[in-house]
């Protein structure tokens, strides 16, 4: 499975952008897929993902913020930001996995495909 995230950009505080993902060899149905970000110095973190397309979870501080969502038919996920604060400049990635069970969707290491990253920078 492929993976191509894309949609990032600059911003100011407040503003909204939409990331998208687009996988490529293999349907996007039988995945689990979800978004992880990664800032300078830090750790990839958690930020949203569904389970089998009837659960999302999402990291606490984007909760109410952004929006996750999926097109089976268009084999792509959308990861909706909207006010987009400072501490959300990251990279942020998507990914993919077969067999992440419920207890481990927030687990970087239960995901086997990644994308290569779209650039978020949220800046006055």
């Known amino acids: 499975v492929q993976l191509q995230a894309s949609g990032g950009g600059l911003v100011r505080p407040g503003d909204s952008l939409r990331l998208s993902c687009v996988t490529s060899?293999?349907?996007?149905?039988?995945?689990?897929v979800g978004w992880f970000r990664q800032a300078p110095g830090k750790e990839r973190e958690f930020v949203a993902a569904?389970?089998?397309?009837?659960?999302?979870i999402y990291e606490d501080s984007v909760k109410g913020r952004f929006t996750f969502s999926r097109d089976n038919a268009k084999n792509t996920v959308y990861l909706q930001m909207n006010s987009l604060r400072p501490e959300d400049t990251a990279v942020y990635y998507c990914?993919?996995?077969?067999?992440?069970?419920?207890?481990?969707?927030?687990?970087?290491?239960?995901?086997?495909?990644w994308g290569q990253g779209t650039q978020v920078t949220v800046s006055s």
């Open positions: 569904t389970f089998r397309g009837a659960y999302t």
């Open positions: 060899g293999r349907p996007l149905s039988p995945y689990t």
């Open positions: 990914a993919a996995g077969p067999s992440v069970i419920r207890s481990s969707l927030a687990s970087a290491s239960a995901y086997a495909y």
